[in-house]
């Protein structure tokens, strides 16, 4: 057993694999103890994040010591029954997470770079 354990850990992880972990369809009532004793059985927390506002409700972050430890409670507790509710853990993805911008703010930085390199931003047929 120890020696299958030290295999997978000389394995290389595809590079989405981190230690922290986005978890969504949970419980709204689901409190810490609960999903520690839920995650806590794949390795070390070093910490677990709740939603509490409306947006967040229902989500959660969890974020394990050891890589591996993420990488086994991802692979098996995605689709774990909770409270009736199946959980969709994934692994976070800053770019997916961060800060999205509105439609007018895009286009305000589109004209901004369109004056500073001097484009009109519509396509022109070439000339002979």
Known sequence: MAAAAQR???????PEVNRALFVRNLPFNISSEEMYDIFGKYGPIRQIRIGTTKETRGTAYVVYEDIYDAKNACDHLSGFNVANRYLIVLYFN???????IST???EEQLRKMQDKYGVD????????
């Open 104 to 106: 007018k703010e895009q």
């Open 8 to 14: 997978a850990r000389n394995q290389r992880l595809p």
């Open 121 to 128: 931003g519509q396509q022109h047929a070439k000339g002979k």
């Open 94 to 100: 800053p770019v997916r997470h961060s800060k999205k």
